[in-house]
């Protein structure tokens, strides 16, 4: 029942999405609280008694201004940046609130330490970087805490978000290793071969971020609005590379470290590549979409 109360991308902290409890520092101050108090009464020590009701008067205020501190404030989950393991990947908060927050504390499985942030002003953005192995990780749960005014008292929240990141293989240079499929003996849907460009025209694809601005068709952008590449005959064959990960030595780390960075360079130069791994095959293509669905490739392997 939490978790359905908590899932999604987004949440604002009130009365039933926050919950308060004494901290570990409070209830030691309800433990000397209780002892001033028996204390107070096996004596008959008012002062005792005045101090103890003080203590208890004082965790209240904290568990009302503990609640007031975070409620009303909406989380939101604006990117999710998958990067290399060494970057690392990065989730960012939007956080908002009506009044300043204060005190508040990220926490999650996937993170070594806890981040505090000071205060929140109005609206502010958090970076949660993760360091994390190569591979596909599940979001999961994000927890949100705030120990406002004295340290007394935990007041927490959660988001659980579906969605995943990715730890992409840090790239391992190894230029010997390249491989470049111009035949198409063993596999002909993976290579093909061309002895010679054509300038005639074989078709238009829609444009994709990181293809060659200079092949860009200007005039069916001036009729239409779009943007358009041009594709000529035999340009396919003679420019695709293909990758795979069987034809590469070593264990799969750096087999995998290798594949990222043959994707890199071929991304670099605005080269047509395709990636095998395995009985996987992500076929020939070029842009940031394609870069981005390659490595994805490579973590989940």
């Not at 009464?41 to 609640?67: D, E, W």
Request: with cysteine.
């Amino acid at each position: 029942m939490i978790r359905n109360k908590h899932e999604g991308e987004c949440i604002t902290f009130k009365h039933n999405t926050i919950y308060v409890l004494p901290s570990f520092t409070g209830f030691g101050f309800i433990a000397v609280s209780a002892l001033n108090f028996v204390l107070g009464i096996n004596y008959q020590n008012n002062l005792l008694l005045g101090v103890a009701y003080l203590m208890i008067m004082l965790l209240v205020v904290s568990i009302i201004y503990g609640y007031l501190n975070m409620n009303g404030t909406h989380v939101k989950l604006v990117a999710i940046k998958s990067a290399h393991c060494s970057v690392p990947p990065t989730v960012i908060f939007e956080l908002s609130t009506k009044a300043s927050l204060q005190q508040l504390s990220i926490e999650h499985n996937l993170l070594k330490q806890q981040i505090s942030v000071p205060s929140v002003q109005t609206r502010e953005h958090i970076n949660v970087p993760f360091e994390l192995p190569r591979g596909k990780h599940v979001l999961g749960r994000f927890k949100f805490v705030s120990h406002f005014p004295f340290g007394l008292v935990s007041v927490w929240s959660y988001l659980y978000c579906r969605k995943s990141i990715y730890a992409y293989p840090d790239p391992l240079v190894d230029s010997a290793q390249r491989q470049m499929f111009e035949s198409h003996k063993k596999d002909d849907q993976f290579t093909h071969s061309s002895t010679h460009l054509s300038d005639e025209l074989k078709q238009l694809t829609p444009y994709q971020s990181g293809m060659n601005m200079h092949r860009i068709s200007w005039r069916h952008f001036a009729k239409t609005q779009q943007l358009l590449i041009k594709d000529y005959e035999g340009e396919t064959g003679a420019q695709t590379l293909g990758f795979d990960f069987d034809h590469l030595q070593g264990n799969v780390e750096e087999r995998l470290a290798k594949l990222c960075y043959l994707v890199l360079q071929a991304d670099q130069h605005n080269l047509s590549y395709a990636l095998k791994l395995g009985p996987r095959l992500i076929a020939a293509a070029q842009g940031e979409q394609h870069k981005v669905k390659c490595l994805e490739a490579l973590s989940d392997f």
